[in-house]
């Protein structure tokens, strides 16, 4: 685990790891825009965590057709060490045009929301970089880069952990934080 201690006393942590394993106030979801679950971290997270998360889902689904590119949204962690779950939209890799600015949104959409629902933890998985192909040093560029944007001028989430299920994430994830200290 790699740890630095930045602006108002924000813990910023590295892990290698399975997310569902992790405690936190939320644990966030790569999903994909239909909000019922996919493989990758889409899929162990609705394993782990339960019927409860999908039945939430769905719920929302319903009600607004799915989650776009980019958004985010909440259910139940049902059975995971967390209180709740955000799912957000990662895009998929076509050649760098909008997927930078949408990888960004997804960041900020999902700690505005955090800040919301008063959590003071958060766990990241490397959203995108799985089968939607985002090259992963960029994704890890544009996640720190945005997670350090949001606690300069935002008070409130006192922890906030990048889990990386792979050895290479780890590394670049790592790396990139020394950087910013």
Known sequence: ??????????SLKVIRGDITKCKADIIVNAANTSLL???GVDGAIHKAGGPAILAEC????NRQGGCPVG???YTTAGQLQADYV???VG???NRGQQEPEL???CYRNTLALARSLNCTSIAFPNISTGIYRFPKPKAAEIAIGEVLSFIRTHMGIAEIQFVCFDEENYRIYADK???CH
């Open 71 to 73: 958004e985010a949204v």
């Open 103 to 105: 990888l960004g949104r």
């Open 58 to 61: 769905v719920q929302i689904r």
């Open 86 to 88: 955000i799912h957000t």
């Open 177 to 179: 934080l020394s950087d």
């Open 37 to 39: 679950g996919g493989g």
């Open 1 to 10: 685990m790699k740890e630095i201690i930045i602006h108002n006393q924000v």
């Open 91 to 93: 895009p998929v890799w």
